[in-house]
């Protein structure tokens, strides 16, 4: 049976559960800006969707919170409660701050209403001066709102720079509330690249901090102010999502130009890498997919699948053409360039292309000229479609991620559950859950490469293609080991579990 504790005496309405084996659990907020199946623009939403719920309920009550964007489907939309509101300081004004609530996978989904903020038809504008106003807002609200609500978290779990101001707001505004005292902070980094950065002065108008905190060892960041480097100074601990990148991003070369301030806490920053949702992506029951398959009818499985595949995108159908695919954001970080610079060098007439994407107009035209070109070799989909990259995890005999910096990278850790051999830059993630093949000792689950060069790449598809077409069994071989390899969350979900214990001295 649950019971309920009255953890602070003073404010009757905040209660921590207990387990049913009688513990009391841990709360952890998690606060991020998007997060499946309600809005996602990249693996950070697959991430704040699935890390919740592979922790241990009986242990941790983890809840989660976004803004209330519009554009969140109104299958889920109609079925949010509304909880409460109230108005808050913000800038020079007062806003309003609705909070609604849902429950989804046995997860609690707290959801920040403003609909001067969060109305449009994406998470995220062109306008990066007006997102880190909006996230600025969700940062202070979420703040605001939690005693509200009567949550008590123990930790916050910060993710990327939209929520790096909670951190700091809990050092400053918040920090003489006896609401917040003790309760920790964690800043885990998805992605180095994006920090939310403007000049000090908006920021001093949104937020009123005081004038010591835009100082370089604060927030101040080359004279402007940096939300993601305010929550990396200010957490209690960082986390990223792969050992490799934990590592890499204390360098100037990964850095982005926090490298030093990253070096400083190195004792409180470490690497987790990231799992994917097995119910989501299970080859065994994946109705999105032409034909479902396990380890041991891989071969005909992946035989129908790829006959399919090549049907819908109009493609010859021929089981002997090698089909190699592409799903990404389209843009610099995903190593395109490398691909753009020797394409017409491998896509010759027993190999046919696929990308599903869409990012920077170059890109998105680099391969439609491809696709208009080669129309009976490549198919060039510039478009988000879920269901089609399922069809193309199955169908595909080799993925491609050759990315200039990956901090976990999802694609081949779904490419490996479907049996896709998966060739990699070896940086950051990718280096971390892709083993090199060796062709000696027959070991490996993928192709990989090390500089950032376009011939080391075409070297390593050259070396694929050879495998796939002249020792067939070796590469079926290595699609089953892939296939074993377990990147599910059960690991990963136990050391974030361990981490938080730790931080809170239990
Ligand atoms: C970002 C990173 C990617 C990582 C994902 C989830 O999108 O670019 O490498 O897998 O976040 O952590």
Same mark, same amino acid.
């Given at each position: 049976?649950?019971?309920?504790?009255?953890?602070?005496?003073?404010s009757?309405?905040?209660?921590?559960?207990?387990?049913?084996?009688?513990f009391?659990?841990?709360?952890?907020?998690?606060a991020?800006?998007?997060?499946?199946?309600?809005?996602?623009?990249?693996?950070l939403?697959?991430?704040?969707?699935?890390?919740?719920?592979?922790?241990?309920?009986?242990?941790?009550?983890?809840?989660?919170?976004?803004?209330?964007?519009?554009?969140?489907?109104?299958?889920?939309?109609?079925?949010?409660?509304?909880?409460?509101?109230?108005?808050?300081?913000?800038?020079?004004?007062?806003?309003?701050?609705?909070?609604?609530?849902?429950?989804?996978?046995?997860?609690?989904?707290y959801?920040?209403?403003?609909?001067?903020?969060?109305?449009?038809?994406?998470?995220?504008?062109?306008?990066?001066?007006?997102?880190?106003?909006?996230?600025?807002?969700?940062?202070?609200?979420?703040?605001?709102m939690?005693?509200?609500?009567?949550f008590?978290?123990?930790?916050?779990?910060?993710?990327?720079?939209?929520?790096?101001?909670?951190?700091?707001?809990?050092?400053?505004?918040?920090?003489?509330?006896?609401?917040?005292?003790?309760?920790?902070?964690?800043?885990?980094?998805?992605?180095?690249?994006?920090?939310?950065?403007?000049?000090?002065?908006?920021?001093?108008k949104?937020?009123?901090?005081?004038?010591?905190?835009?100082?370089?060892?604060?927030?101040?960041?080359?004279?402007?102010?940096?939300?993601?480097?305010?929550?990396?100074?200010?957490?209690?601990?960082?986390?990223?999502?792969?050992?490799?990148?934990?590592?890499?991003?204390?360098?100037?070369?990964?850095?982005?130009?926090?490298?030093g301030?990253?070096?400083?806490?190195?004792?409180?920053?470490?690497?987790?890498?990231?799992?994917?949702?097995?119910?989501?992506?299970?080859?065994?029951?994946?109705?999105?997919?032409?034909?479902?398959?396990?380890?041991?009818?891989?071969?005909?499985?992946?035989?129908?699948?790829?006959?399919?595949?090549?049907?819908?995108?109009?493609?010859?159908?021929?089981?002997?053409?090698?089909?190699?695919?592409?799903?990404?954001?389209?843009?610099?970080?995903?190593? +395109?360039?490398?691909? &753009?610079?020797? /394409?017409?060098? !491998?896509?010759? %007439?027993?190999?046919?292309?696929? @990308?599903?994407?869409?990012?920077?107009p170059?890109?998105?035209n680099?391969?439609?000229?491809?696709?208009?070109?080669?129309?009976?070799?490549?198919?060039?989909?510039?478009?988000?479609?879920?269901?089609?990259?399922?069809?193309?995890?199955?169908?595909a005999?080799?993925?491609?991620?050759?990315?200039?910096?990956?901090?976990?990278?999802?694609?081949?850790?779904?490419?490996?559950r479907?049996?896709?051999?998966?060739?990699?830059?070896?940086?950051?993630?990718?280096k971390?859950?892709?083993?090199?093949?060796?062709e000696?000792? +027959?070991?490996?689950? &993928?192709?990989? /490469?090390?500089? !950032?060069?376009? %011939?080391?790449?075409l070297?390593? @598809?050259?070396?694929?293609?050879?495998?796939?077409?002249?020792?067939?069994?070796?590469?079926?071989?290595?699609?089953?080991?892939?296939?074993?390899?377990?990147?599910?969350?059960?690991?990963?979900?136990?050391?974030?579990?361990?981490?938080?214990?730790?931080?809170?001295?239990?």
């Open positions: 049976m649950k019971m309920e504790y009255n953890k602070n005496k003073d009757p309405g905040l209660c921590t559960e207990i387990s049913e084996e009688g009391f659990l841990t709360n952890i907020l998690f991020a800006s998007e997060c499946v199946p309600f809005v996602k623009t990249g693996g939403a697959d991430v704040v969707g699935a890390l919740p719920k592979s922790l241990d309920s009986s242990r941790f009550d983890v809840r989660v919170i976004i803004p209330y964007y519009t554009c969140i489907p109104a299958r889920y939309r109609n079925f949010f409660h509304y909880r409460h509101h109230f108005y808050m300081d913000f800038s020079d004004r007062q806003e309003h701050v609705g909070i609604m609530e849902y429950e989804f996978d046995g997860i609690k989904f959801f920040v209403d403003n609909e001067y903020y969060f109305n449009g038809a994406t998470p995220y504008g062109s306008d990066l001066k007006w997102d880190i106003e909006r996230f600025t807002f969700f940062c202070k609200a979420v703040l605001a939690m005693p509200v609500i009567g008590h978290p123990d930790i916050i779990h910060c993710h990327d720079w939209q929520t790096g101001l909670i951190p700091v707001l809990m050092h400053s505004t918040f920090a003489t509330h006896p609401f917040y005292q003790g309760v920790k902070s964690i800043m885990t980094i998805h992605n180095l690249r994006f920090q939310g950065v403007w000049d000090i002065k908006t920021f001093q949104n937020t009123s901090l005081p004038d010591y905190m835009f100082t370089p060892d604060k927030l101040e960041f080359k004279k402007d102010a940096n939300m993601l480097k305010g929550g990396l100074v200010y957490a209690d601990y960082i986390t990223t999502v792969s050992e490799t990148y934990a590592e890499e991003i204390k360098t100037a070369q990964y850095g982005e130009q926090l490298e301030l990253l070096y400083a806490r190195r004792a409180s920053l470490r690497g987790i890498v990231n799992g994917i949702d097995y119910d989501v992506y299970n080859p065994q029951t994946d109705n999105k997919i032409f034909a479902q398959y396990g380890i041991d009818d891989v071969l005909a499985g992946k035989a129908e699948n790829k006959r399919r595949l090549q049907e819908e995108l109009g493609l010859p159908q021929d089981p002997h053409k090698m089909v190699i695919g592409i799903i990404s954001r389209l843009t610099d970080q995903k190593g +395109l360039n490398l691909l &753009g610079a020797v /394409f017409e060098r !491998f896509i010759d %007439e027993h190999t046919q292309f696929v @990308v599903i994407g869409t990012g920077d170059g890109y998105e680099m391969f439609r000229y491809f696709a208009g070109r080669y129309p009976d070799r490549v198919s060039a989909n510039i478009c988000y479609n879920d269901a089609l990259a399922h069809k193309l995890y199955a169908g005999d080799m993925m491609l991620v050759p990315s200039l910096f990956e901090p976990c990278g999802l694609t081949q850790l779904i490419s490996l479907y049996g896709s051999i998966p060739l990699v830059r070896e940086t950051g993630g990718l971390d859950t892709v083993q090199p093949y060796n000696f000792e +027959l070991t490996g689950t &993928g192709f990989t /490469f090390g500089p !950032f060069h376009s %011939e080391d790449f070297h390593a @598809v050259n070396y694929a293609k050879s495998v796939f077409f002249n020792y067939r069994e070796n590469w079926d071989a290595m699609v089953r080991r892939g296939m074993e390899q377990d990147f599910s969350w059960g690991s990963s979900a136990l050391q974030y579990q361990g981490m938080y214990e730790w931080l809170l001295g239990k």
